[in-house]
């Protein structure tokens, strides 16, 4: 069965880093675009970046441009998100997430905490 398994969150000072890690099963992962989300209290869940199959190209929300880097290792079937100069607003739970043939799947999520 598909499974998407995050790991690698954690609490971090302002300025700092976190890699975040999304390992899949159950699907050949590396023909399928994957994505990264978060959802912060009382917020809409949001698209954070994006990294195509068949490739290497991605895209990335305009709060994260220039400082979130997503990236795959398709012989450990994981995604991996780097997140540098980490802000208070980037605090949510983060998911990863891929559109399996019309359906979506979701991992349980890892929590980041920014705060000083």
């Known amino acids: 069965q598909v499974q998407l398994v995050e790991s690698g969150g954690g609490l971090v000072q302002p300025g700092g880093s976190l890699r975040l890690f999304c390992a899949a099963s159950g699907f050949t992962h590396s023909i399928y675009a994957m994505r990264w989300y978060r959802q912060a209290p009382e917020k809409e869940r949001e698209l954070v970046a994006i990294i195509a199959g068949f490739g290497d190209s991605t895209n990335y929300a305009d709060s994260v441009k220039g400082r979130f880097t997503i990236s795959r290792d398709n012989a450990k079937n994981t995604v991996y998100l780097q997140m540098n100069s980490l802000r208070a607003e980037d605090t949510a739970v983060y998911y990863c997430?891929?559109?399996?043939?019309?359906?979506?799947?979701w991992g349980q999520g890892t929590q980041v905490t920014v705060s000083s």
């Open positions: 997430n891929s559109r399996i043939r019309r359906n979506d799947y």
